[in-house]
């Protein structure tokens, strides 16, 4: 239903995405703090004791998984250019994501950790427990309706981001020029929107009957996720100027960025797999446009 609701809306148009992602964004926020906010009185400062408690090589894996939770920065890239002013919006967007998200983040990790203690990790949903303990038993609701809402604003995003893509791809001949349809800055992709979402519903259907669970999905996607941030930064450090204040923090995420690849281990073949593919498909491509200009070359010859 969630996949079907993201890809309805994602066919109307952008503007319709946008009000739904800002309606989103808002309520998931209130939520997010009233849980923190009521449930703070019952937070106790020894449950932060000891702070590593299975050792610093355990943060390493925790922070490999934890990728999933902060991923998502790069989808609005693929959106750059619906902005009306992109130099002057994207920073600022950007800037104030950071904050926000940073701030809320560290709340609920915090109030998490503090408030439920060593039942956090034995809890299936903390964030219902959190809200159980500051609003009543029948807050968890509530927190079905923040995962809800989570859920739905990020597919609505990611249907966006990757329906341009597709398109702009189809236009720059790394995928079928059919799928080129949309990609001028205020029009509908709707044929790229249709494969993404027919591919979203064939994988579906595949874990489904496969019966696979959620932590290799998430592994797998954040190994994905991890490779694309390797080669974004490798990017920033080759193209941006020497002595730059954006090559310095490039040349600072590259350390964060390289430890992420060796945590992710085995999920990296996915990326791996998915690369060699692309690369196959644009090679091929490339051989059938210069056979078809050689063909026409020929046939111009008197």
Known sequence: ALMATV??????????????????????VVLLLLAVGLSLP??????????APHGWPAIGSAAALLVWSFAGWEAITHLAGEFRRPARDLPRAT???VVVVGLLYLSVAFAVTTVLGKGAAGADAPLGELMARGMGGNARVLAAVA????????MNAYYAGAAKLGAALGRDGALPGWLARGEVAGEVPRRSLGVVSGLGFAGLLTVTVAGVGPQPLVLLTTGSFVTVYAIGVAAAIRLLPRGSKGRAAALAAIVAVLALLVMSGRYLLWPLAVTGAALLYVHGAERRRAGRLGAGRRNSVP
């Open 95 to 97: 800037g104030a994501a």
């Open 42 to 51: 019952h937070a106790r400062m020894d449950n932060l004791r000891p702070f």
């Open 7 to 28: 890809t309805a809306v994602n066919a109307v148009g952008l503007r319709m995405t946008g009000r739904l992602q800002l309606a989103l964004a808002g309520l998931l």
């Open 147 to 154: 995962a809800l809402l989570l859920t739905l604003g990020t």
